[in-house]
């Protein structure tokens, strides 16, 4: 990326902004909580965490997040990513990439502006709310638990959205994961596995009213015995 300053960067966020600059109370995020901690796992093993981090500390994650980025830091995820897409997962992924920068009036020969759209996702989209979801460690070889906290967070953002919030689940914001771990006092015990960007969607946005495309129920399943 473009040698940059955090400082630069932040100056021309308000223009890709896709929330509102209002703050999102507490008690809300505790009812979605508890709205989303009903979700169901593995022998009720619970393996979740909720690390929700907003003002200061969440700046210094932004901060740190970019700052590495522009440096050309490589990633630090903790949780598996695999490896790269391929074929119609790569498809589907580069289709919903166009819509994005269409409704966002982003050319393909203007490096600068689809810089700033990635780095959106490193800043948790200037979002006011930022949900860590971790994983007790000790639970890591096991596939219940990804499957687990990727129930609990789907409930999460459902239970969010029903309130009027808007949700994105991702991984950018957790990528550099040593500053997470520090802003956020997340301790060594837990990994750190995604992050939810929270807060009340601005409806003038227009990436907020890109609507992905889906597999047909035809595409993704089949009936046997019906």
């Known amino acids: 990326m473009a040698a940059q ?4 960067v932040v ?3 308000r223009s890709i902004r896709g929330y509102l600059d209002k703050p999102v109370p507490r ?3 505790t009812e979605i909580l508890a709205l989303a901690l009903r979700t169901p796992t593995s022998m009720n093993t619970q ?5 929700v981090i907003t003002g200061e500390p969440l700046d210094r994650i932004r901060k740190g997040n970019t700052e590495r980025i522009l440096a050309g830091e490589p990633d630090s995820r903790e949780f598996r990513r695999g490896e790269a897409f391929a ?15 269409s409704a966002m009036a982003i050319a393909r020969d203007d490096p600068a502006a689809r810089q700033d759209w990635v780095l959106r996702g490193f800043r ?3 979002a006011p709310v930022c949900v860590i979801v971790t994983y007790d460690r000790e639970l890591s070889g096991s596939d219940d638990t990804a499957f687990d906290c990727g129930a609990v967070t789907t409930a999460l953002v459902n239970a969010a959205w029903s309130r009027g919030l808007g949700c994105v689940i991702n991984s950018q914001g957790i990528m550099q994961s040593p500053v997470v771990r520090e802003h956020a006092a997340i301790p060594d015990d837990q990994v ?3 992050a939810v960007a929270l807060g009340w969607p601005d409806p003038d946005f227009p990436a907020n009213a890109v609507v992905s495309e889906r597999k047909s129920v035809d595409d993704a399943a089949r009936f046997v015995g019906f």
């Open 5 to 8: 300053t955090y400082d630069e």
């Open 11 to 13: 100056l021309g966020r």
């Open 27 to 29: 008690e809300l995020i």
């Open 47 to 51: 393996p979740w965490h909720f690390h």
């Open 87 to 101: 074929g119609v997962h790569r498809e589907r992924q580069v289709h919903v990439a166009k819509q994005l920068f």
């Open 124 to 126: 948790q989209f200037d």
């Open 192 to 194: 750190i596995m995604k």
